[in-house]
Protein backbone atom coordinates (compact mmCIF):
# COMPACT_ATOMS: atom_id res chain seq x y z
CA UNK A 1 0.00 0.00 0.00
CA UNK A 2 1.22 3.68 -0.65
CA UNK A 3 2.20 5.86 1.77
CA UNK A 4 -0.09 7.19 4.44
CA UNK A 5 -2.63 4.48 3.72
CA UNK A 6 -3.95 5.54 0.54
CA UNK A 7 -4.56 2.88 -2.20
CA UNK A 8 -2.52 1.57 -4.80
CA UNK A 9 -3.71 0.08 -8.05
CA UNK A 10 -1.61 -2.20 -10.16
CA UNK A 11 -2.42 -3.11 -13.34
CA UNK A 12 -1.15 -7.02 -14.50
CA UNK A 13 -1.19 -6.47 -18.43
CA UNK A 14 0.65 -9.94 -20.33
CA UNK A 15 1.11 -9.83 -23.54
CA UNK A 16 1.90 -11.21 -26.86
CA UNK A 17 3.19 -10.27 -29.91
CA UNK A 18 1.25 -6.66 -28.46
CA UNK A 19 3.63 -4.34 -30.10
CA UNK A 20 1.22 -2.28 -31.76
CA UNK A 21 -1.66 -2.38 -29.38
CA UNK A 22 0.59 -1.54 -26.12
CA UNK A 23 1.58 1.94 -25.96
CA UNK A 24 -1.84 2.99 -26.87
CA UNK A 25 -2.88 0.85 -23.85
CA UNK A 26 -0.69 1.80 -21.87
CA UNK A 27 -1.15 5.71 -23.09
CA UNK A 28 -4.98 5.11 -22.21
CA UNK A 29 -4.66 3.52 -18.60
CA UNK A 30 -1.83 5.94 -17.35
CA UNK A 31 -4.38 9.40 -18.69
CA UNK A 32 -7.31 7.39 -16.73
CA UNK A 33 -4.61 6.43 -13.58
CA UNK A 34 -3.76 10.02 -13.08
CA UNK A 35 -7.16 12.04 -13.59
CA UNK A 36 -8.49 9.29 -11.40
CA UNK A 37 -6.21 10.51 -8.39
CA UNK A 38 -5.04 7.14 -7.85
CA UNK A 39 -1.50 5.80 -7.24
CA UNK A 40 -0.45 3.36 -9.46
CA UNK A 41 1.82 1.14 -11.46
CA UNK A 42 1.36 -0.64 -14.66
CA UNK A 43 3.46 -4.44 -14.75
CA UNK A 44 3.85 -5.74 -18.66
CA UNK A 45 4.75 -9.94 -18.56
CA UNK A 46 5.68 -10.30 -21.56
CA UNK A 47 5.76 -14.41 -22.37
CA UNK A 48 9.02 -13.75 -25.44
CA UNK A 49 7.00 -12.21 -27.89
CA UNK A 50 8.81 -12.26 -31.33
CA UNK A 51 7.39 -9.14 -32.29
CA UNK A 52 9.23 -6.68 -30.56
CA UNK A 53 6.41 -6.01 -27.79
CA UNK A 54 9.52 -6.38 -25.76
CA UNK A 55 11.74 -3.71 -26.74
CA UNK A 56 8.03 -1.21 -27.17
CA UNK A 57 7.75 -2.08 -23.26
CA UNK A 58 11.28 -0.89 -22.49
CA UNK A 59 10.92 2.67 -24.85
CA UNK A 60 7.78 2.73 -22.07
CA UNK A 61 9.29 2.17 -19.12
CA UNK A 62 11.68 5.06 -20.38
CA UNK A 63 8.98 7.59 -21.19
CA UNK A 64 7.14 6.49 -18.15
CA UNK A 65 9.44 6.18 -15.42
CA UNK A 66 10.35 2.69 -14.11
CA UNK A 67 8.04 3.76 -10.77
CA UNK A 68 5.20 3.40 -13.17
CA UNK A 69 6.14 0.87 -15.73
CA UNK A 70 7.56 -2.35 -14.75
CA UNK A 71 8.96 -4.73 -17.29
CA UNK A 72 8.86 -8.24 -16.16
CA UNK A 73 9.00 -10.59 -19.04
CA UNK A 74 9.15 -14.50 -18.78
CA UNK A 75 11.31 -16.61 -21.64
CA UNK A 76 8.30 -18.14 -23.27
CA UNK A 77 4.29 -18.65 -22.87
CA UNK A 78 3.57 -20.12 -19.56
CA UNK A 79 -0.19 -19.40 -19.38
CA UNK A 80 -2.50 -16.64 -18.03
CA UNK A 81 -2.61 -17.92 -14.34
CA UNK A 82 1.51 -18.13 -14.20
CA UNK A 83 1.62 -14.59 -15.43
CA UNK A 84 -0.47 -13.51 -13.13
CA UNK A 85 1.56 -14.88 -10.47
CA UNK A 86 4.45 -13.66 -11.61
CA UNK A 87 3.25 -10.19 -12.07
CA UNK A 88 1.69 -10.14 -8.09
CA UNK A 89 5.55 -10.85 -7.11
CA UNK A 90 6.03 -7.42 -8.44
CA UNK A 91 2.98 -5.52 -7.55
CA UNK A 92 3.05 -3.49 -4.52
CA UNK A 93 -0.38 -2.32 -4.25
CA UNK A 94 -2.90 -3.57 -1.88
CA UNK A 95 -5.41 -3.34 -5.47
CA UNK A 96 -4.76 -5.40 -8.41
CA UNK A 97 -6.27 -4.95 -11.58
CA UNK A 98 -6.35 -7.51 -14.28
CA UNK A 99 -6.90 -6.73 -18.11
CA UNK A 100 -6.16 -7.44 -21.78
CA UNK A 101 -3.57 -5.44 -23.73
CA UNK A 102 -5.51 -6.19 -26.95
CA UNK A 103 -7.19 -2.81 -26.21
CA UNK A 104 -10.83 -5.33 -26.13
CA UNK A 105 -11.66 -3.16 -22.87
CA UNK A 106 -12.28 0.65 -22.27
CA UNK A 107 -10.56 1.40 -20.33
CA UNK A 108 -12.45 2.30 -17.45
CA UNK A 109 -11.32 0.92 -14.30
CA UNK A 110 -13.71 0.12 -11.18
CA UNK A 111 -12.96 2.15 -8.18
CA UNK A 112 -16.41 3.70 -7.58
CA UNK A 113 -17.62 0.24 -8.04
CA UNK A 114 -15.20 -0.91 -5.17
CA UNK A 115 -15.99 1.63 -3.28
CA UNK A 116 -19.53 1.79 -3.35
CA UNK A 117 -19.98 -1.82 -2.02
CA UNK A 118 -16.13 -2.53 -0.67
CA UNK A 119 -15.97 -5.61 -2.88
CA UNK A 120 -13.36 -7.93 -2.81
CA UNK A 121 -13.48 -8.47 -6.24
CA UNK A 122 -15.01 -6.39 -9.07
CA UNK A 123 -15.73 -7.46 -12.17
CA UNK A 124 -16.61 -6.29 -15.79
CA UNK A 125 -19.93 -8.09 -17.53
CA UNK A 126 -21.01 -7.88 -20.90
CA UNK A 127 -24.27 -9.76 -19.94
CA UNK A 128 -26.14 -7.43 -17.81
CA UNK A 129 -27.26 -3.73 -17.97
CA UNK A 130 -25.86 -2.05 -21.24
CA UNK A 131 -22.72 -4.19 -21.52
CA UNK A 132 -22.05 -6.14 -25.01
CA UNK A 133 -20.03 -6.90 -27.22
CA UNK A 134 -18.84 -4.94 -30.85
CA UNK A 135 -17.36 -6.39 -33.58
CA UNK A 136 -17.36 -9.94 -33.46
CA UNK A 137 -18.78 -12.40 -35.66
CA UNK A 138 -21.95 -14.74 -35.29
CA UNK A 139 -19.46 -17.75 -34.42
CA UNK A 140 -18.01 -15.69 -32.29
CA UNK A 141 -20.72 -14.46 -30.10
CA UNK A 142 -22.46 -17.74 -30.19
CA UNK A 143 -19.44 -19.19 -28.65
CA UNK A 144 -19.18 -16.97 -25.92
CA UNK A 145 -22.98 -17.28 -25.31
CA UNK A 146 -23.06 -20.63 -25.28
CA UNK A 147 -19.71 -21.10 -22.62
CA UNK A 148 -20.74 -18.83 -20.32
CA UNK A 149 -25.01 -20.34 -20.86
CA UNK A 150 -23.65 -24.09 -20.37
CA UNK A 151 -21.13 -22.56 -17.48
CA UNK A 152 -24.11 -20.86 -15.62
CA UNK A 153 -26.00 -23.91 -15.74
CA UNK A 154 -23.74 -26.21 -14.63
CA UNK A 155 -21.87 -23.82 -11.40
CA UNK A 156 -23.87 -21.57 -10.70
CA UNK A 157 -21.37 -19.04 -10.21
CA UNK A 158 -23.27 -16.01 -8.90
CA UNK A 159 -21.67 -13.71 -11.46
CA UNK A 160 -23.09 -13.41 -14.90
CA UNK A 161 -19.93 -13.19 -17.27
CA UNK A 162 -17.41 -15.59 -15.95
CA UNK A 163 -14.94 -15.53 -19.31
CA UNK A 164 -14.15 -11.93 -19.27
CA UNK A 165 -10.81 -10.61 -18.24
CA UNK A 166 -10.77 -7.11 -16.97
CA UNK A 167 -11.34 -7.43 -13.22
CA UNK A 168 -10.14 -6.07 -9.88
CA UNK A 169 -9.03 -7.72 -6.93
CA UNK A 170 -7.86 -6.99 -3.64
CA UNK A 171 -4.63 -8.90 -3.21
CA UNK A 172 -5.09 -10.60 -0.39
CA UNK A 173 -7.69 -11.98 -1.94
CA UNK A 174 -6.10 -12.65 -5.71
CA UNK A 175 -3.09 -13.80 -3.96
CA UNK A 176 -5.87 -16.66 -1.98
CA UNK A 177 -7.62 -17.58 -5.33
CA UNK A 178 -4.27 -18.34 -7.11
CA UNK A 179 -3.51 -20.82 -3.99
CA UNK A 180 -6.68 -22.22 -4.83
CA UNK A 181 -6.97 -22.10 -8.77
CA UNK A 182 -5.31 -25.13 -10.45
CA UNK A 183 -6.53 -24.13 -14.72
CA UNK A 184 -4.32 -22.84 -17.39
CA UNK A 185 -5.92 -20.57 -20.17
CA UNK A 186 -9.46 -19.28 -20.69
CA UNK A 187 -10.46 -21.63 -17.99
CA UNK A 188 -8.19 -19.78 -15.21
CA UNK A 189 -10.74 -16.65 -15.57
CA UNK A 190 -14.19 -18.92 -14.67
CA UNK A 191 -12.63 -21.03 -12.00
CA UNK A 192 -11.65 -17.54 -10.11
CA UNK A 193 -15.05 -16.36 -9.72
CA UNK A 194 -16.10 -19.97 -9.43
CA UNK A 195 -13.36 -20.65 -6.34
CA UNK A 196 -14.47 -16.75 -4.79
CA UNK A 197 -18.18 -18.15 -4.57
CA UNK A 198 -16.69 -21.09 -2.68
CA UNK A 199 -14.61 -18.91 -0.18
CA UNK A 200 -17.40 -16.61 0.38
CA UNK A 201 -15.58 -13.26 -1.31
CA UNK A 202 -18.27 -10.18 -2.41
CA UNK A 203 -18.01 -9.71 -6.12
CA UNK A 204 -19.87 -6.63 -7.71
CA UNK A 205 -20.23 -6.21 -11.64
CA UNK A 206 -20.23 -3.38 -13.92
CA UNK A 207 -21.63 -3.74 -17.64
CA UNK A 208 -18.69 -3.13 -20.59
CA UNK A 209 -18.64 -2.51 -23.99
CA UNK A 210 -16.45 -5.29 -24.93
CA UNK A 211 -15.22 -4.11 -28.55
CA UNK A 212 -12.96 -6.50 -30.68
CA UNK A 213 -9.46 -6.23 -30.89
CA UNK A 214 -7.74 -3.22 -32.76
CA UNK A 215 -4.29 -4.81 -33.84
CA UNK A 216 -3.44 -8.05 -34.10
CA UNK A 217 -5.00 -11.82 -33.82
CA UNK A 218 -7.60 -13.26 -31.58
CA UNK A 219 -5.64 -15.84 -30.05
CA UNK A 220 -9.00 -17.83 -29.62
CA UNK A 221 -8.83 -21.07 -31.25
CA UNK A 222 -10.05 -24.30 -31.22
CA UNK A 223 -7.38 -25.68 -28.55
CA UNK A 224 -8.97 -23.63 -26.28
CA UNK A 225 -12.49 -24.43 -26.76
CA UNK A 226 -11.37 -27.91 -25.97
CA UNK A 227 -9.41 -27.11 -22.97
CA UNK A 228 -12.70 -24.34 -22.10
CA UNK A 229 -14.75 -28.13 -22.05
CA UNK A 230 -12.28 -30.19 -19.91
CA UNK A 231 -11.97 -27.36 -18.01
CA UNK A 232 -15.43 -26.85 -17.49
CA UNK A 233 -16.05 -30.59 -16.19
CA UNK A 234 -13.17 -30.68 -14.19
CA UNK A 235 -14.90 -28.01 -11.96
CA UNK A 236 -18.13 -29.22 -12.57
CA UNK A 237 -17.22 -32.60 -10.49
CA UNK A 238 -14.95 -30.78 -7.89
CA UNK A 239 -16.67 -27.81 -7.19
Known amino acids: MAAGGADKFSVLLPTYNERENLPLVVWLLARTL?????????????????????????????????????????????????????GMKHA???????????????????????????????????????????????????ISRGANFITQVLLRPGASDLTGSFRLYRKEVLQKLMEKCVSKGYVFQMEMIVRARQLGYTIGEVPISFVDRVYGESKLGGNEIVSFLKGLLTLFATT
Not at 47 to 72: C, F, M, N, V, W
Open 92 to 142: TGNFIVIMDADLSHHVSLYFIKQKEGNFDIVSGTRYKGNGGVYGWDLKRKL
Open 34 to 86: RESGNNFEIIIIDDGSPDGTQEIAEQLEKIYGSDKILLRPRARKLGLGTAYIH
